[in-house]
């Protein structure tokens, strides 16, 4: 495959099930809202690549550099050269008051950061790239349930519909009508998604 099918294919958007959620930062006063910043894991990275490259057709490297991970992704590009890719991860403990984290936080720490820096270094190769689009979002919080609201979890799903709304128009072919006017474009009209090629993403 040439470059620019293959930058196409890594650069491809995740089906939304795949697309998953985690708080960032909280607001102090009621009603609590959370920060919410999108990804996908690492078990997704991972089959994406092993999709395009096969199983045998990309490498991973991990170096420590101070308390960050760094991992490079080694794929081989359009003309079949490797290419090598690198991102740094960190997870860090949250140790109260000074006190050591227990060794199974550690444990999950460590699995973390791994996790991190390949995802990570995923990005730099295009792979969940668009999800940086999103910022990060506010949405409205269960602190007892420790998740978004139902009115939250809502308008998640409906910046990611947007979202792939938002990029299927710009890679959607612009067939010209016969009074020049472009056709056959998908549109998202006041944040919320319509048809794309027959498929409509619920809200």
Same mark, same amino acid.
């Given at each position: 495959?040439? !470059?620019?099918?293959?930058?196409?294919?890594?650069?491809?958007?995740? =089906?939304?099930?795949?697309?998953?959620?985690?708080?960032?930062?909280?607001t102090k006063n009621a009603p609590k809202r959370a920060k919410m910043v999108a990804y996908v894991d690492a078990r997704s990275v991972a089959e994406r690549l092993d999709e395009i490259?096969?199983?045998?057709?990309?490498?991973?490297?991990?170096?420590?550099?101070?308390?960050? @991970?760094?991992? &490079?992704?080694?794929?081989?590009?359009?003309?079949?050269?490797?290419?090598? #890719? &690198?991102?740094?991860?960190?997870?860090?403990?949250?140790?109260?008051?000074?006190?050591?984290?227990?060794?199974?936080?550690?444990?999950? $720490?460590?699995?973390? !950061?791994?996790?991190?820096?390949?995802?990570? $270094?995923?990005?730099? @190769?295009?792979v969940g790239r668009y999800l940086y689009r999103l910022a990060g979002l506010w949405v409205e919080w269960d602190e007892a349930a420790k998740k978004p609201t139902e009115a939250g979890?809502?308008?998640?799903?409906?910046?990611?519909? $947007?979202?792939?709304?938002?990029?299927?128009?710009?890679?959607?072919? #612009?067939?010209?009508?016969? #009074?020049? !006017? =472009?056709?056959?474009?998908?549109?998202?009209? &006041?944040?919320? =998604?319509?048809?794309?090629?027959?498929?409509?993403?619920?809200?």
């Amino acid at each position: 495959m040439d !470059t620019a099918e293959l930058r196409e294919k890594l650069e491809a958007p995740f =089906p939304p099930e795949l697309v998953k959620w985690k708080p960032q930062a909280f607001t102090k006063n009621a009603p609590k809202r959370a920060k919410m910043v999108a990804y996908v894991d690492a078990r997704s990275v991972a089959e994406r690549l092993d999709e395009i490259f096969g199983p045998l057709g990309w490498q991973v490297d991990y170096a420590a550099a101070g308390e960050r @991970l760094i991992c &490079s992704i080694r794929i081989r590009d359009g003309e079949g050269d490797w290419i090598s #890719k &690198s991102d740094g991860g960190l997870v860090e403990l949250d140790e109260e008051n000074g006190h050591a984290a227990k060794s199974g936080d550690r444990s999950k $720490a460590a699995k973390g !950061t791994i996790s991190d820096a390949f995802k990570r $270094a995923a990005v730099v @190769l295009g792979v969940g790239r668009y999800l940086y689009r999103l910022a990060g979002l506010w949405v409205e919080w269960d602190e007892a349930a420790k998740k978004p609201t139902e009115a939250g979890e809502k308008k998640l799903r409906e910046e990611i519909a $947007a979202l792939l709304a938002a990029i299927a128009r710009k890679n959607a072919p #612009k067939i010209e009508s016969t #009074k020049g !006017t =472009p056709i056959g474009v998908a549109t998202v009209v &006041s944040g919320k =998604p319509s048809d794309i090629g027959g498929l409509v993403f619920p809200p």
